[in-house]
């Protein structure tokens, strides 16, 4: 099921829609087009300005350097309530944002260095005419800072969420699409905590304006903040309204410059019903939605499912392990490994052999997957895959396993995870996909680690090519260390690409790894990602595993 990747050059200049943390009602936007400065700017292209100008396609880059700083003079005392950011890729690890009433002597604010990237709203409170980030921590060494938006607000700030009220509760809509396209694509499937499922207008009589979605919660409510993570189908003009009797609306929140992806939206107001109205859509489709969450206080709300608790790193308590110890010529262990024979895709050519004949082990220590140029079920090439499903499935932790690749054109080895709802019909990419490792024959030198979503798979999946050495020379240890923040990625101990949660979903969609996943280990021959073998691709090839552990 694997798909190609983006390479590190598209991932590294992907250049996303500012995706602002709308006010609450009684705050203020007061840094917008003020004068600002900075420590640097990466090039002309992209000015300090660029960082408050509100610009949706605009962002400020420093100069690839450690200690940098951005400040914007709010041109008088001002009563600071909040600041936002909404980061590129290359964020800030640790930062401060610090007070100034004469640019000259500053007051620290606020401190962090464990920043993650992403959309940041961030309480403050203090008067200030200048306004200061400090960045002293890079989250991507090789490059400096990035941020599309820097915004001052100054008010109060509404109260914080304090539950989620809407899951599970019973939601109408303008139109619903269910069709095999997109089936079902019914209201409360944006109210179901579940990112890969979605709402979508019908396109009979529904792609047009105005599209709305409400959620009843089923009791009067204090609603705090709704967040809403938009299909490509989004909206650009919207409210928020809420109602007690789903009848006559309030308008608590309004934009007319929407520009999709995720919206967290800090309104107040007080109802039974919460409602999107969209008055203009951003495409010639209708409106569409993965989640509409409401928070906040009173209704009558049906807690979700709980999540595992998050592993501390790292990761001791071992939870799964092969290490492949058994004789000369013994089988995988069926007790934690399921045979995957078959057909595979991505036009590979070989055949996938369902005895475990093309995988066994060499009584030193390791795991034998073997691709071999022999007819069976009209393909001229075998090999083998297996995988943990029915036998073990994990959802956060440390996953990791030590291989062995081999070289030669069109040879594909993988170390990879599937989303267990695949095997109660979920297709594929709905289910997710985590790939820790892929390696080309053709270049043993790279390797990849990607995610697949519905909104980011195949060519787009979201993931980093890296450079290394050999890797055909001798076994390597790659791992993933996983929690319901994001995913990081190893190669011998060194991190090599790192998937946020926050960063995801406000510049890709949704994020759809908080669920169980199972193991796989395969050795494919050909197809569209490493290309085709040729004359000089050695067979019999060999992938060596040494062992595969999950901890937690």
């Known amino acids: 099921m694997k798909r190609r990747l983006l390479s590190a050059a598209a991932l590294g200049g992907l250049l996303t829609a500012f995706l602002a943390v709308p006010a609450a009602a009684a705050e203020v936007l007061v840094s917008q087009n003020k004068p600002v400065t900075a420590s640097s700017s990466e090039w002309a292209g992209t000015p300090a300005s660029s960082g408050v100008d509100g610009d949706n396609g605009t962002r400020w880059s420093s100069a690839f350097a450690a200690t940098q700083w951005f400040q914007v003079d709010l041109g008088a005392p001002t009563a600071v309530s909040r600041v936002a950011i909404n980061w590129e890729a290359a964020y800030a690890k640790a930062f401060q944002i610090q ?32 306004v200061r980030m400090n960045l002293t921590q890079r989250a991507l060494e090789a490059y400096g800072y990035s941020f599309w938006e820097f915004q001052v607000f100054a008010g109060e700030v509404a109260n914080p969420a304090s539950g989620l009220l809407s899951y599970a509760k019973p939601a109408r809509a303008s139109t619903e699409q269910n069709d095999p396209q997109c089936n079902p694509c019914t209201a409360d499937k944006a109210f179901d905590n579940d990112p890969a499922s979605r709402w979508a207008t019908n396109p009979t009589g529904g792609w047009t304006d105005p599209g709305w979605i409400q959620v009843d919660l089923g009791a009067t409510a204090q609603i705090g903040q709704v967040v809403l993570q938009w299909d490509p189908a989004y909206a650009r003009s919207y409210q928020i309204q809420v109602s007690a009797d789903a009848a006559n609306w309030t308008t608590i929140y309004s934009t007319t410059t929407g520009d999709g992806l995720k919206d967290v939206i800090n309104a107040t107001g007080t109802g039974r019903y919460v409602r999107m109205y969209g008055t203009a859509r951003a495409t010639a489709y209708g409106y569409s939605l993965w989640e509409f969450s409401v928070y906040g206080t009173g209704g009558s709300p049906t807690p979700p499912p709980a999540k595992p608790a998050d592993p501390v790193f790292p990761a001791t308590r071992l939870v799964f392990a092969d290490e492949f110890n058994g004789a000369a010529g013994s089988k995988p262990d069926t007790a934690k490994w399921t045979y995957d024979p078959g057909f595979p895709q991505n036009g590979e050519v070989q055949y996938y052999t369902p005895d475990s004949r093309n995988a066994s082990m060499n009584g030193t220590g390791a795991l034998v997957i073997e691709a071999r140029k022999e007819a069976s079920n009209g393909r001229d090439y075998t090999s083998h895959r297996m995988n943990t499903s029915n036998k073990f499935s994990v959802q956060y932790g440390r996953i990791e396993a030590r291989v062995k690749v081999p070289k030669g054109n069109g040879l594909w080895p993988a170390f990879w995870l599937m989303g267990d709802d695949f095997l109660q019909g979920r297709p594929w990419p709905y289910n997710g996909e985590i790939d820790i490792m892929e390696v080309l024959g053709r270049n043993t030198s790279e390797a990849y680690s990607t995610l697949h979503a519905p909104a980011y798979n195949g060519a787009g999946g979201y993931g980093q090519k890296y450079a290394t050495v050999d890797l055909s020379q001798d076994f390597h240890v790659w791992a993933a260390e996983w929690d319901s923040k994001g995913i990081r990625f190893f190669l011998d101990g060194s991190p090599v690409f790192t998937a946020n949660k926050d960063t995801v979903e406000n510049t890709r969609g949704p994020w759809i790894f908080d669920h169980k996943f199972y193991l796989i280990l395969n050795l494919a021959v050909g197809g569209d990602f490493p290309g085709p073998i040729d004359a000089t691709t050695p067979f019999p090839s060999r992938m060596l595993v040494d062992y595969v552990r999950v901890y937690q």
Do not use: D, E, K, L
């Not at 007051?107 to 993650?116: D, E, I, N, R, V």
């Open 99 to 130: 007070f100034s009433g004469n640019g000259s002597t500053w007051t620290t604010a606020y401190s962090t260095t464990t920043g993650a990237g992403g959309q940041q709203s961030i309480p403050v409170t203090g008067t200030a005419r200048y």
